[in-house]
């Protein structure tokens, strides 16, 4: 460990050590996941389980029913999902294809919500998941408007890459937030998973970009014309409906 860290800061190594199943996990996994004692490790999971953050099951340790219930109430989340579900469910009528719905954390996307395609093919998204924002097209889309200093940040460090198609060319990906902020649009193809492609919108709250809306194709059904202007209207649906209830 670089310094030593406070209890606070070591129960949440410990949390963030159940990714990205939610376990089950063992004493000694969980302990070598944080780089902490076996000692220290059994003592915190202990009190996480008097508090209800962590359970304990024959086949290890899991993440608690508190922290579900803690989660399902985060106001942006809350209130973005409460907005967004029914143009979800109207653009998966529409499309009968896996429609994301996502908001940034640090240079990451993380999914809210998630509906599976009729015809559902491997994705590497889940609720509660995160993918690097520069191979998503949810990322791209709330990378693209998220302002200068991020990009900034963003095109500055090495680019992480999930696929042979991924962008990792600083150059490529300056061009490709450029387009995106002309059409309004992002296009992925293959870049998180091969074989799929997707179109995301940024969805906006006062004027700042608070989260995108993409549909998921096999690349074989990726179509833009068809599905562009479909993402396009859903995600403005969200928009005006997140300034309805501010």
């Not at 490790?41 to 803690?70: H, K, N, S």
């Not at 529409?94 to 940034?104: C, D, M, S």
């Not at 996307?109 to 015809?119: A, D, L, S, T």
Request: glycine share 8%.
């Amino acid at each position: 460990m670089p310094r030593n860290l406070s209890m606070l800061e070591k129960s949440w190594l410990i949390l963030d050590a159940f990714r990205p199943t939610g376990g089950p996990l063992r004493l000694m996994d969980v302990a070598e996941r944080c780089h902490l004692p076996k000692t220290t490790t059994f003592r915190l999971l202990t009190e996480l389980i008097e508090i209800g953050a962590v359970t304990r099951r024959e086949e290890g340790y899991y993440l608690g029913r508190r922290l579900f219930e803690l989660g399902s109430i985060v106001p942006l989340e809350r209130d973005l999902r409460h907005a967004a579900l029914p143009f979800m469910h109207d653009l998966y009528e529409a499309t009968h294809e896996t429609i994301h719905l996502g908001v940034r954390d640090g240079l990451d996307v993380v999914y809210v919500e998630k509906i599976r395609g009729r015809e559902s093919f491997s994705l590497p998204s889940r609720v509660g998941g995160r993918l690097p924002l520069t191979c998503t097209g949810v990322g791209k889309a709330l990378l693209a408007y998220s302002g200068p200093e991020l990009i900034e940040e963003v095109l500055a460090r090495p680019l992480r890459g999930l696929t042979p198609h991924s962008i990792v060319d600083p150059k490529r990906l300056e061009e490709a937030i450029g387009q995106i902020q002309a059409a309004g649009l992002a296009y992925e193809r293959e870049e998180s998973q091969l074989g799929g492609a997707c179109i995301a919108a940024p969805i906006f709250t006062d004027g700042e970009v608070v989260a995108a809306l993409s549909v998921s194709v096999p690349l074989a059904r990726f179509h833009p014309t068809r599905l562009a202007p479909a993402v396009k209207t859903a995600a403005l649906g969200v928009s005006r409906a997140m300034a309805r209830s501010l």
